[in-house]
């Protein structure tokens, strides 16, 4: 039994049961649109900072009770990007729908190009196809600790360029993220928005990001939730990734709230910003990718 195997709300026992190896926590015995006490968002807290997802099964929230909900983890924020997709009630609720497949299918971390990344997203799952729309998880700290500590040595010292055509943000976050909340080291990058690492040439940039991008998302790393109307979950953004798995046909509509995170510290990474000192075949490509940093 872990210390986050139960725990008391107004006399009763939180039923809580891990889903995976490295992430993921279900959690029922609770109604989360009467709101949570101080004990018990504290616990939930830190249940998040070390399961990184929780699930939180037929709970049914409206959009307000979604949205107050989401102020007891932070203060709410919507990105530019999503001026598209914002509810037709209420502005700060994203509402996503699909018919079939191909939406959020590339395993990312939410809005990486933003200087400050929401520390995290609860999702609200309204509407289910017949069959398939799983959505995955993956844990950058397993991801990160299980790489070689050469690897490790490297990437602890290494910057990258997260950007997106959607988005009027651009920012460079270190390759390994030492996360505000718990101080432990996670992999920070994601095949969705991490385009190139300036210290490196863009081939030894593009070979290092294929292998982090592949690494990231072993299966031993993962946990994935088989929706029903009505879940609600929770996760970290910082230290995980998460992918939708395109196998329906079928109306799929989730509403989310995203919590604003703080500013991703810089690094002084010991290495200079990669500069070609003579003709290769890779030189053209390298300069224009210098030209856009």
Known sequence: MTKHSAAKRTGSRLDIRHTAGFL???VR????RDGLDNETLAHLKSLLSERLVLFFPEQHLSIPELKAFGGQW???EVDDSAAHVRSAEDPEVVELKASVGYVADVWHTDLTPMANPPFGSILSMKVLPEAGGDTMWSSQYAAYETLSAPIRDLIDNLTAIHEHPRMSERSEHPVVLVHPD?????L???????????QLSQAESDALLRVLFEHSVQPPFTTRR????GDIAIWDNLASQHYVVSDFTGERVIQRVTVKGERV?????????????????????????????
């Open 182 to 186: 718990t101080g432990r080291r996670c």
């Open 29 to 32: 015995g609770i109604q989360l």
């Open 74 to 76: 932070g203060t709410l």
């Open 265 to 293: 510290a810089p690094l002084a990474s010991r290495y200079a910003d990669y500069k070609p000192q003579w003709s290769t075949l890779s030189s053209r490509k390298d300069a224009e990718a210098i030209g856009k940093k």
């Open 188 to 198: 920070f990058v994601n095949a969705q928005y991490t385009k190139r690492i300036p």
């Open 226 to 229: 088989r929706w029903s109307v």
């Open 24 to 26: 993921g926590a279900e």
